[in-house]
């Protein structure tokens, strides 16, 4: 829709749960959570911002029940330079959420943290932000390595979304 809320128009269709949308740095494209394949599959979709060439860019599934709040992808971040996005998954067996990084072009994935959720790019592209997935309530900051830099808070308050000021 146009800023002032007129010309909204639906982008997909498919009746399913579709979440965690993020437009690409340039407002070409669009990353979000999809559940629509069916139980037990999970996907990243990637598609063009007036909603065409709607396309899977990463997919697994989950050993979880249809119902388990853990069984997710969770908020995709697009790099500044938009070629990479970083996202949490429950992506196998350990009961911990990773931060992967993915390829937009290509779509192939790696794990960057290990036991990390809802990571957010630096606006410089060479940091991320990310809160640990277990009980502790803290942020830190990695590079794009995933090397662990320093933790950035020490609360027992919740401290989820982190972002960065722009």
Do not use: C, H
């Not at 996907?43 to 709040?69: F, I």
């Not at 998954?89 to 290509?106: E, F, K, T």
């Not at 630096?122 to 990310?130: A, Q």
Request: net charge negative; aromatic share 10%.
């Amino acid at each position: 829709m146009n800023a002032d809320g007129s010309n909204m128009r639906r982008l997909t269709a498919d009746g399913g749960d579709n979440r965690f949308v993020a437009v690409s740095p340039d407002g070409t494209r669009i990353a979000y959570v999809s559940q629509n394949a069916g139980y037990p599959s999970i996907e990243l979709m990637l598609m063009n911002a007036d909603g065409s060439n709607r396309r899977v860019l990463y997919s697994y599934a989950s050993r979880k029940q249809r119902d388990d709040p853990g069984r997710y992808l969770y908020r995709p971040d697009w790099s500044p330079d938009g070629t990479q996005i970083a996202f949490g998954a429950d992506d196998d067996d350990d009961g911990l959420i990773s931060v992967l990084l993915i390829d937009a072009a290509a779509g192939q994935a790696q794990r960057l943290i290990r036991d990390g959720n809802g990571p957010a790019w630096s606006p410089d592209g060479l940091r991320l932000i990310y809160k640990p997935a277990g009980d502790r309530q803290i942020l830190f900051v990695a590079d794009t390595g995933g090397n662990r830099l320093y933790q950035l808070t020490a609360s027992t308050y919740n401290a989820w979304s982190p972002d960065w000021a722009r």
